[in-house]
């Protein structure tokens, strides 16, 4: 959901707390200011320079004062959307913004704003690896596809591909209802791609063992992405909060990259995004500029899925479109799909604008323009952070493999 992109460091009244690595999901540039420990409201805000980031809560009137703050370029890492409260982090221009909005803020501890990455999570050479042994110890079912570049790659920089995992078993190929599974797409949420790949390993390791995963497996065609922004990725285990990808040609100097979930062509530009290329919400110079969004743009054109889910962090949350507005879906699948998941996790279901509003996404996009069921999976709650420590995974596998089973399900007519 947002942003910060170098090691965070607080200072406790005279202790300074630093950071080991930082995760996240976008790029800030700025290291966030030294914050009193006891210190609260704008009193406590004070910022030394114009670029200076600093991580609050804001309180908030509803969603579209939030909306409001968010299209000056804020980085929301969290929402509350009964408490009416945001985790965001603001420079001296977007402060004064909250302000003029009527929001009150506190101080974030020191406990809430530092992220390190725990061992465990996999870097994408290990993700990577690791999808090459279930193809090819298991080619009856599974291929290891290459779907496009990350941004590097097209610049010569760095050898990352966007790599989906392809699972199905018996059964012409083609006629199959086809569910999609996406991850990574914000670098920081470092949990995504981990649910991913336990998807990718259950299906596989469990087929011909597991009837449910057999009987999925054989009349389903799979596709599952763990890590759509490699290159972010890359520097938020190096501990760089990063949320964007890594474009610094278009995407700014001081928070280099574009948002790849802004980036998307339906209701690009309309709300919820910048185009200030600093911005840790900038959208692009125009829809599907970047590679990343392009690959999944051609996977999910190519293999219309019959259920779409994007996964993020950390808000506890089951979305569905629409996001870009307050009009209600017509669709009725998406409330009765997006209930059925929160009964299974324990989430928060509701339409995406409830929680602001926002265009340029993916699962918008495929809701748009494909006609899927498609959904935003917010994993984490408000004191998990982008990079909760790896004994939390146990718990949000147990959480989410039980939606992305009942997407599985019901692919072949999603609402019912």
Sequence with gaps: MSSLKRSLALCLTAATVTT???AGCGTHTNSPAPLAANEGGWAAVAFSTPTENKPVVVHYKDADTLTQLVNAGVDVWSVDR???KAKVVLNATQGSVARKLGMKVDLMTAREATMSVDKGYRTYEQVAARLQELATSN???ATLVDIGDSWEKTQGRANRDLLA???TGKGAKGTKPVVTFVGGTHAREIATPEMMLMECEKLVTQYGKDAEVTTAVDTR???IVPMVNPDGHAHAMKGQSWRKNTNDKDGGHSGPGIDLNRNYGA????NGDSGNPDSDVFRGPKPFSEPETQAIQKLTTEHVPS?????HSFSNSVMWPWDHTHDINPDGRMKIMG???AKFSGYDPYQGSEMYLNGGDDEEWVFQNLHSAAFTIEIGTWGDGFMPPYSKIAQFWKENSQMMSYALKVADKPGR
């Design 20 to 22: 080991a690595v930082v």
């Design 139 to 141: 080619p009856q079912i």
């Design 267 to 270: 209701f690009w530009g309309v």
């Design 307 to 311: 259920v779409y889910m994007t996964f």
């Design 221 to 223: 065609d799979i596709w």
């Design 165 to 167: 995992l392809h699972i």
């Design 339 to 341: 209930e059925a998941m």
């Design 82 to 84: 009964h408490a009416h």
